[in-house]
């Protein structure tokens, strides 16, 4: 999954379109605490457990942060991990 990711970034890099593609699934443990959160915010659950990619505006916002694309699979590849804990925001 790696090289797909990196392959993505790198045509969006080019200033090329992309597709969405499927990048991977939560744990059970991370989806039920993804939408106990967003039930909290009153935002509707997610009904499918498959984490979809496009990362243009991933891409957009780092690399202006002056990440290079190594850094950002580094960032995409520690949130997929299994033990990875979801973090959600409140909106304001």
């Known amino acids: ?16 379109r992309v ?8 744990t059970e443990i991370q989806f039920a605490a993804i939408n ?4 909290a915010m009153e935002l509707h659950v997610l009904e499918q457990n498959e984490i979809l990619f496009m990362g243009r505006h991933l891409y957009a916002s780092r690399s202006k ?10 960032l995409i590849m520690s949130a997929l991990c299994d033990d990875a804990i979801a973090h959600l925001g409140c909106r304001t």
Do not use: N
């Open 36 to 39: 106990e959160g967003r039930a």
């Open 1 to 16: 999954m790696e090289a797909a990711i990196r392959e993505h970034l790198e045509r969006l890099a080019r200033g090329e």
């Open 19 to 26: 597709p969405m593609i499927a990048i991977g699934c939560f």
């Open 65 to 74: 942060d002056g990440y290079q694309i190594d850094d950002i699979v580094k």
